[in-house]
């Protein structure tokens, strides 16, 4: 696992760094430079909006007495997607819009739902309880 992350963290700048050099070439640094502060800008405009109306989902789920699973992987999602928008990118934007964007973020839901799943039913997770009386 801490391999991949290094590979991760190690591979993705290199990308992206190559894809706005490309960008650059083909418009202009300014150009590109702008692109992607709008899209910093955007993407942080609409992971705010979309977590206000989650919370006030999670809010209205727990007022009606229920849990709220499913609001709460939106809201991994969309926390998920506003820190790949917050990073200067094209490969981590379009990773981030996907991920707040309400109808593909059902694709990444569905994933996420079964890897949960799977981790319970194979015993990786485990919930401690420490009660302090």
Same mark, same amino acid.
């Given at each position: 696992?801490?391999?991949? $992350?290094?590979?991760?963290? =190690?591979?993705?700048?290199?990308?992206?760094?190559?894809?706005?050099?490309?960008? @650059?070439?083909?418009? /202009?640094?300014?150009? +590109?430079? *702008?692109?992607?502060?709008? =899209?910093?800008?955007?993407? @942080? !405009?609409? @992971?705010? /909006?979309? &977590?206000?109306?989650?919370? +006030?989902?999670?809010? =209205?789920?727990?007022?009606?007495?229920?849990?709220?699973?499913?609001? *709460?992987?939106?809201? $991994?999602?969309? $926390?998920?997607? &506003?820190?790949?928008? *917050? +990073?200067?990118? %094209?490969? =981590?934007?379009?990773?981030?819009?996907? *991920?707040? %964007?309400?109808?593909?973020? +059902?694709?990444?839901?569905?994933?996420?739902? /079964?890897?949960?799943? /799977?981790?319970?039913?194979?015993?990786?997770?485990?919930? !401690?309880?420490?009660?302090?009386?």
């Amino acid at each position: 696992m801490l391999g991949k $992350l290094i590979l991760l963290f =190690t591979l993705t700048p290199i990308v992206e760094l190559y894809i706005l050099f490309q960008i @650059a070439k083909v418009t /202009s640094f300014s150009a +590109t430079l *702008l692109l992607v502060l709008l =899209t910093g800008i955007a993407g @942080a !405009y609409l @992971a705010k /909006s979309e &977590g206000k109306i989650i919370i +006030t989902r999670i809010k =209205t789920e727990i007022n009606q007495g229920r849990m709220p699973g499913n609001e *709460l992987i939106n809201g $991994l999602c969309v $926390l998920i997607g &506003g820190a790949f928008l *917050l +990073t200067p990118g %094209i490969l =981590t934007d379009v990773v981030g819009f996907s *991920l707040v %964007i309400p109808m593909t973020r +059902t694709i990444f839901k569905a994933y996420i739902k /079964s890897k949960f799943e /799977s981790m319970i039913k194979e015993g990786q997770v485990h919930f !401690y309880y420490n009660r302090r009386d």
